[in-house]
Structure formats: structure tokens, C-alpha cells
T-cell receptor, first 114, second 109 residues
Framework: DADVTQTPRNRITKTGKRIMLECSQT?????MYWYRQDPGLGLRLIYYSFDVKDINKGEISDGYSVSRQAQAKFSLSLESAIPNQTALYFCATSDPRQDTGELFFGEGSRLTVL | GQNIDQPTEMTATEGAIVQINCTYQTSGFNGLFWYQQHAGEAPTFLSYNVLDGLEEKGRFSSFLSRSKGYSYLLLKELQMKDSASYLCAVMDSNYQLIWGAGTKLIIKP
């Protein structure tokens, strides 16, 4: 089983619908992140959390919200989806005790908003 | 603004050597990362450079020159499975990762 699991892996929805992407991890890492990836662009940070009581906006947080339900769970919500939120979304974790700051990514959630 | 530049696409031959360049302009520097991403899959960590010089790890090596804002990833003895996108990312002074758009590497037999 994957250490960082995202659900759903694929989702097609309509404009205006509320969507939640879920992420759970078994790595025991405190730090969790949500990124989106679009063709021709680098990964862009949406939100990040350094522990259960810590939530921070990233580069492109508008139109998104998050919830850190537990150390192992970090959910991303689109309150009212719009077509330009069509993208591949990745959850990631990291361990601040690790010198490299390596990120461990989930398998991705492909979201299409019609 | 902050910027990471890397070629969009490169083609190389199986068994050969390829160098993927990355130049960056960021607010401060706290390390440079290379990740590999196969199509439709998650990025996976390849290397981390924080000091100038070459880091070698098997067939893959990564070089950093902080004064030039430049790094490269060197892949030797290319295999078909090395066909993937290679992502360069820099950690800035706020410890935020700035990502390049990635270089798609195509390996031909």
C-alpha cells in the first residue's frame, strides 16, 4: 500500500459543485501539503500544514479550503468548482527532521470541472 | 519575481548520457531539488544540493553552482525507463519550494 493515499484518483464534476479531495498518510510526518499541477507549469502550492493546529495559505489558495483532521489526514475542498480548477492535484508530506526536506507525494487526484 | 528555467523537452538515445540544465532566480537559497515524474504518476525524489559541487548517486549526478544560479542533472547509461519528466525545484529564503515546469526526457532505442 502507498504511504500517501489520495481519494478519489479521478473525478469529473460540474461547475458550482462542492468537491473534497482526501489525503491520508502512514509515514508519521507532521508536515502535509496540497499542490496542483497544470501542463507547462510547475507545481503550485495551494495550502500547507506543519501540524494539526497549523494551516497556511500557499501561492494559489483562492477558491480552495483545507482541513487537517488528524496528523495523518489533510483534506482539500473546492467550495464551488470552476473549469479552471481542472488539474492534477497532489498531496505530499515531509519530515522536518530530515536534512533534505524531501517531499513524499501521493499518487495524485485528477479533477475535471465541466 | 522568482523563476526556475529548464528546457521543455529533450531527446536522447538509450545507453547515452544526457544533461538537463536548470537555472534559477529566487529570493534566497536553501537548497535545490531534482525529482523524477513518470507520466501520470507522482514525483519521486532524486537529489538535493545545498553546497556547490557534484553529488553522485549511481547513474544520476546533480551539480550546483550557487554563484551562477545553475544546476544540472546528469543521467548516464540511459535506459528506456528513464523516459520521464525531470523537475527542478529551489527552496527560497522562506523555505518555500519554487518549481520549474519540468523537462520531458524522451529516450529512443
Amino acid at each position: 500500500d502507498a504511504d500517501v493515499t489520495q481519494t478519489p484518483r479521478n473525478r469529473i464534476t460540474k461547475t458550482g459543485k462542492r468537491i473534497m479531495l482526501e489525503c491520508s498518510q502512514t509515514k508519521g510526518h507532521d508536515r502535509m501539503y496540497w499542490y496542483r499541477q497544470d501542463p507547462g507549469l510547475g507545481l503550485r502550492l495551494i495550502y500547507y500544514s506543519f501540524d494539526v493546529k497549523d494551516i497556511n495559505k500557499g501561492e494559489i489558495s483562492d477558491g480552495y479550503s483545507v482541513s487537517r483532521q488528524a496528523q495523518a489526514k489533510f483534506s482539500l475542498s473546492l467550495e464551488s468548482a470552476i473549469p479552471n480548477q481542472t488539474a492534477l492535484y497532489f498531496c505530499a508530506t515531509s519530515d522536518p527532521r530530515q536534512d533534505t526536506g524531501e517531499l513524499f507525494f501521493g499518487e495524485g487526484s485528477r479533477l475535471t470541472v465541466l | 519575481g522568482q523563476n526556475i528555467d529548464q528546457p521543455t523537452e529533450m531527446t536522447a538515445t538509450e545507453g547515452a548520457i544526457v544533461q538537463i540544465n536548470c537555472t534559477y532566480q529566487t529570493s534566497g537559497f536553501n537548497g535545490l531539488f531534482w525529482y523524477q515524474q513518470h507520466a501520470g504518476e507522482a514525483p519521486t525524489f532524486l537529489s538535493y544540493n545545498v553546497l556547490d559541487g557534484l553529488e553522485e548517486k549511481g547513474r544520476f549526478s546533480s551539480f550546483l553552482s550557487r554563484s551562477k544560479g545553475y544546476s544540472y542533472l546528469l543521467l548516464k547509461e540511459l535506459q528506456m525507463k528513464d523516459s520521464a519528466s525531470y523537475l527542478c525545484a529551489v527552496m527560497d529564503s522562506n523555505y518555500q519550494l519554487i518549481w520549474g515546469a519540468g523537462t520531458k526526457l524522451i529516450i529512443k532505442p
